[in-house]
């Protein structure tokens, strides 16, 4: 056993949940439920970031009390994170007491470390952002991120001695070469580093939603790099202990904030004095129509709607399945039902509901053990063996289609053999023993994917469906099915969708 710790970026309170979120969440909830189901000790952490220009902008639009807003938005997000089957350790709001300590400590050992200094900023800003923009970064006098115009700002503020850190930062890229993933996601950050580093505001006198700088309380910390530190917040920066975690840290976040995460933050968790993280894992944008999906851009999708026509376990295994972590990838209803009645309904549901009814009819309802005569339980190793090392490195959706390989193949092996045409109950049972083994093997691996359903297949065939929560890497070996249990035909797990205009 050892500690993993995961987090994903902190949610904006200005608006609602759209799925974009959702995709974070769901692949940091399935690689945490995946260690855990291994035996490792993890530490799940996501949250709300609820200072800035803009949360306080929203919150005066609607003529509330900022205080208010975060605290109607933050729990609207944890609403959709139930909503999602998301099993988080911990929830982390930027305006708790914990965080502004965490945050004034590792400030006071950047200012006693000599990495931060007092000066004037003038440039262009763009409050949807958050962020400062260099001319280089500015595309058509816009946002590059968000494509509106930028403000022109002048103010006092205090500054981080980025630029001091361009060597030891292309260093540590060297000597750890997955330091983030995929591959040419590093390359990018690194791209920002050989081109130079400019020294960045960290201070706001402008507005006073965030939290003090604590050497100087006329000005507030700017809203990033407040936020960049809730990842030692939750795991207990302000209190002894929290290197275990930190040693195993893993950031899971969306492609348009590899600069905060990549650059700035291990080149401050370098001027505290600490390590970096020890993986960045940069996931594509959701796009709808070719646009990325955000609140702004008005093509948000609500995970709750789609949950609430289709079940968390769809959604969950949809944008696992079909969107491979790092790449930008499409999101559409009917690549959405495609999925399910292929994956879902035809191939995992069909194998359980043929098999149990089969060992109804032909077998008097008794489940009889696994053998290896009928699959090649070899070839089954070499599917396993790849899932689970597929979910090692966060790569879902390879692991997923490991998983349907064996479906097929099962699926398969049932039409060759056609065990409803047998008679002889001895070869009925090694034909759907085997079977039952790849159910039991396909419920341990679609687990962190399939939070509802994994448990109902293990249910159906004999077993006790809390034996996902308990560490089951021993479960992984192939062959334990014992049979010698009574089982009925399983109702249908996954029923076939009406098409989505019906």
């Known amino acids: 056993m050892t500690e993993f710790f995961i987090s994903t ?26 260690h855990r189901g291994i035996g490792d000790e993890v530490y799940f952490l ?56 965490a945050v004034q400590k590792f400030l006071q050992a950047l200012y006693d470390n000599g990495y931060i200094y007092l000066g004037t900023y003038t440039g262009s800003y763009c409050v949807s952002c958050e962020a400062y923009y260099s001319p280089g970064d500015i595309v058509d006098g816009l946002c590059p991120v968000h494509r509106i115009a930028l403000t022109q700002m002048e103010e006092e503020n205090y500054f981080f001695r980025l630029s001091a850190f361009r060597e030891r930062l292309i260093e540590w890229y060297n000597e750890d070469p997955e330091a983030v993933f995929p591959d040419f996601r590093r390359n990018e950050a690194l791209s920002f580093i050989t081109g130079g580093l400019d020294d960045i505001s960290i201070s ?35 209190a002894p202990g929290y290197q275990r975690f930190w040693q195993h840290s893993h950031h899971l976040i969306g492609k348009d904030i590899i600069r905060f995460h990549c650059v700035w933050w291990p080149a401050m968790c370098m001027a505290a004095g600490l390590k970096p993280p020890t993986k960045v894992l940069v996931h594509g944008w959701l796009l709808v129509e070719g646009a990325k999906m955000a609140k702004s851009g008005g093509n948000g999708v609500d995970p709750i709607e789609l949950v609430g026509r289709y079940g968390s376990d769809t959604v969950r295994y949809y944008l696992l399945r079909e969107h491979a972590l790092g790449a930008d990838g499409d999101f559409s209803i009917e690549a959405l039902e495609n999925r399910y009645n292929v994956d879902l309904a035809n191939n995992i549901g069909n194998l359980l509901s043929r098999v149990t009814n089969i060992v109804e009819k032909s077998l008097q309802g008794q489940a009889p053990p696994a053998t290896g005569r009928v699959l090649d339980f070899a070839k089954v190793r070499e599917h396993v063996g790849r899932a689970s090392r597929a979910w090692g490195a966060f790569a879902s959706a ?13 699926n398969s092996i049932l039409e060759e053999r056609a ?8 070869e009925i049972g090694e034909i759907l023993g085997d ?11 679609v687990s962190p994917v399939l939070v509802d359903s994994a448990p109902r297949i293990l249910q159906a065939i004999g077993i ?19 049979g010698g249990v009574s089982i009925s035909k399983a109702p249908p797990l ?8 019906a």
């Open 9 to 34: 970026p902190i949610y904006y309170v200005n608006d609602v949940p759209h799925l974009g979120h959702a995709y974070s969440m769901i692949n940091a909830d399935a690689f945490a439920r995946w």
């Open 46 to 101: 996501t949250g709300t970031d609820e200072h800035g220009q803009k949360v306080a902008d929203s919150a005066t639009r609607a003529s509330m009390s900022v205080k208010d807003w975060t605290d109607l938005y933050a729990q609207r997000f944890k609403d959709a994170w139930v909503k999602l089957g998301i099993a988080y350790d911990d929830f982390i709001r930027t305006t708790e007491k914990r965080h502004e300590v």
């Open 204 to 238: 706001r006198t402008s507005i006073s939603w965030g939290i003090p700088i604590p050497w100087d309380e006329r000005h507030v910390c700017y809203v990033w790099f407040d936020a960049l530190i809730n990842y030692l917040t939750g795991i207990g920066y302000d």
């Open 398 to 410: 390879q692991a997923l289609e490991e998983v349907q390989s064996l479906v097929r193949m099962t």
């Open 419 to 426: 065990p409803w045409k047998v008679e002889d109950t001895r």
């Open 435 to 445: 079977a039952l083994e790849i159910l039991r093997l396909v419920a341990f691996l």
């Open 464 to 482: 006790d469906g809390a034996s996902l929560s308990i560490p089951y890497a021993d479960s992984l070996e192939v062959g334990l099915y014992g």
């Open 494 to 501: 996954f029923p076939r969708l009406r098409p989505i205009n």
